[in-house]
């Protein structure tokens, strides 16, 4: 046993030597990649991860790994800083060759199957200038990504701000593969498809919410903000959902020559408790309304932000912080996560009455979450932070309230004529006197 035993130790120990010598011969590539391949997450988890782009959006969504390994991968916005920088070459795309899981970290191209521009403001869109462009522009030209289909809010309206004229351009000229993206996202005719037990359910396209039709007037359409244009999804995993829609307004308000309609409060028959929220217009006063939250209920809320709108605003921070549950006035509030925090509102400490939190990442922030227990917050040199995610079952079908919209569709034959649910409060409302709403420029920088 004790010669057993010895030549054991040799042969261990000759077979570490041969892994040494192995590992002088790799290249930096070769190493990186075997060492991402021991880090590899579950295959099991959805990953989201939150860019530092300043202030704008960049949002990637991995969905679960396949049987080879292999996850689909979907972008949300991809813009560009006020002062013209250009975050898709400089953050978005190195991040996205090297800190995804799906493929080898030495990939030659990376394939986003879907690219989703909420609005076509630059801070969420990029532009079209010098000869890369930037944000979804330089994604779509560079050498080191691909993007499989781009699904938008529709090219045939001209709100106000141009972006959409710019982006109408852009696909007449360069033929994209692209599609209005559609609510209905399941069947084997959906368009997104992100893995097994994966679904998105689409709330707001272009100013229409299922059932009610467009809900801002074709009157206003040229001078009313792309704000209220912005795709809203809700990404569902198992017991984990994710929330993100652009800069959706949630008052109705007049600002730098354009309006904000309260198109938040348009989608609130369908609204359903969710785990993490990604908070609306960076955090604006004009977005993420009381009763909203109160819907949505989200245990953590990502605000990506930046300097030059003041972003986010003391109010929103405030509500995002504290609000209370509508039925037992019991205070609640979410978790704030934060990307940055240049000139916008920073609470010092614990809420008194919810003991909530703001955090600064000063960089990126990863969600994980496997569907069925818990999902993780991971922010740069922190320890991960856990939450339980809520004990309601998965959803798996689309709420009531747009079961029965799609009903009453079929019955009639159209989409109906937007009256079954209460009014909203639309512009031409502030301009008959009925209503009151703010003018002039925004307290919190406003614009974009």
Known sequence: MAARSWVGTLTVLGAGLALASL??????????????????????????????????????????????GDRRVMVVDTGESPKKGNEAKHVVEPYLRNKLDDGPATRPVVNVDYFIPTHYHHDHMGGVRGEE???????????????????????????????????????????????????????????????????????AVGAEVEGRGRVVKD?????????????????HYGKFDFYVAGDLSGYLHESWGAWYHPVESATY??????????????????????????RLKPKVALISCGKGHKHPNEYTVRRILGWEDFWTGRPMGSEIFQTKADDGYTFEGLHPHTNRQQRIANGNILIESDGKEIFTVRIPGEEPFTFPLDDIPAYTEPPYSVIKARREALSLGAAGDGERYNKMDVAEDADAGTVYVPRGNDPDGGGD
Request: no cysteine.
């Open 23 to 68: 590992a002088l011969t790799l290249t930096p590539d070769e190493a990186e990649a075997q060492r991402k391949k021991k880090e590899r997450p579950n295959p099991d988890l959805i990953r989201i991860h939150v860019l530092n782009v300043g202030q704008g959006d960049g949002t990637v969504i991995e969905g679960p790994a396949d049987a080879n």
């Open 133 to 203: 462009g930037t944000g979804m522009y330089y994604l779509y030209e560079s050498l080191g990504t691909r993007i499989g289909l781009i699904l938008d809010t529709g090219i045939a309206y001209d709100a106000s701000g141009l972006g959409d004229k710019q982006y109408r351009n852009w696909v007449k000229e360069k033929q994209p593969r692209r599609e209005k993206l559609r609510f209905d996202q399941q069947g084997e005719d959906r368009q997104i498809d992100m893995g097994e037990g994966v679904w998105v359910e689409v709330l």
């Open 219 to 235: 009157k206003w359409i040229s001078t009313t903000s792309q704000n209220d244009f912005s795709s809203t999804i809700v990404v």
């Open 269 to 294: 028959p369908h609204l359903r408790q969710t785990e993490v929220y990604r908070v609306n217009h960076h955090g604006s006063q004009w977005s993420s309304n009381y009763p909203f939250m109160q």
